[in-house]
Nanobody, 123 residues
Framework: QVQLLESGGGLVQAGGSLRLSCAAS????????TGWFRQAPGKEREFVAS????????YYSDSVKGRFTISRDNAKNTVYLQMNNLKPEDTAVYYC????????????????WGQGTQVTVSS
């Protein structure tokens, strides 16, 4: 497993942007698919975006497609989530996750999780 630590959350007005980072420990990070989930108050955790270990396969939920961009830098053991045109409904705790299986990660999250970072979008 890898250890994950998110950063970059905060308070932003609707229409604004934030970039989340997820720093991973472990020399095998480059072999893991990674992704982002989010959980809003009173709601279940939901898939946001994922990226394969090579970066060649990327998926987004319909709710963020066209506004969010996931990327990774394996040399820095870091995954990013660029969030543009943020909406109040994007308010949630965002979690980074990693797994050796990209398909499993998209369905239920990975075997490794970060502690989460709060994103709040005001109207």
């Amino acid at each position: 497993q890898v250890q994950l630590l998110e950063s970059g959350g905060g308070l932003v007005q609707a229409g604004g942007s934030l970039r989340l980072s997820c720093a991973a420990s472990g020399r095998t990070f480059g072999t893991y698919a990674t992704g982002w989930f989010r959980q809003a108050p009173g709601k279940e955790r939901e898939f946001v975006a994922s990226i394969s270990w090579s970066g060649s396969n990327i998926y987004y939920s319909d709710s963020v497609k066209g506004r969010f961009t996931i990327s990774r830098d394996n040399a820095k053991n870091t995954v990013y989530l660029q969030m543009n045109n943020l909406k109040p409904e994007d308010t949630a705790v965002y979690y980074c996750t990693a797994d050796r299986s990209s398909s499993s990660l998209r369905l239920q999250g990975g075997t490794s999780w970060g502690q989460g970072t709060q994103v709040t979008v005001s109207s």
